[in-house]
């Protein structure tokens, strides 16, 4: 099993900063590609980034310039510094990782995290 445990969330002025964290703990034989996703009321979950392994990074075009995504294979951590936060930013921010179980057991399986609750207020 694999609990994903995010931090980091809270309320913000626009214009301002956060940074999430999330950490894979449980028994695993390694994380692949780790990412952050969104929710905003009434709408659907939409990715903001992704990162792999080898720190090849993905962004949604509304994030692109303003956050930066960062991992820790020896943790099993990802981060998220978002800056220039805009109240459309607002969301629950929801931590992703596919998890190789086992090492005869290739392929991964997804997990996430309880959400973490970002607020910009203007």
């Known amino acids: 099993q694999v609990q994903l445990v995010e931090s980091g969330g809270g309320l913000v002025q626009a214009g301002g900063s956060l940074r999430l964290s999330c950490a894979a703990s449980?028994?695993?034989?390694?994380?692949?590609?780790m990412g952050w996703y969104r929710q905003a009321p009434g709408k659907q979950r939409e990715l903001v980034a992704t990162i792999t392994r080898a720190d090849s990074t993905n962004y949604a075009d509304s994030v692109k310039g303003r956050f930066t995504i960062s991992r820790d294979n020896a943790k099993n951590t990802v981060h998220l510094q978002m800056n220039s936060l805009k109240p459309e930013d607002t969301a629950v921010y929801y931590c992703?990782?596919?998890?190789?179980?086992?090492?005869?057991?290739?392929?991964?399986?997804?997990?996430w995290g309880q959400g973490t609750q970002v607020t910009v207020s203007s």
């Open positions: 449980g028994n695993f034989f390694r994380v692949n590609v």
């Open positions: 992703n990782a596919n998890i190789w179980m086992a090492v005869l057991r290739p392929g991964g399986e997804d997990y």
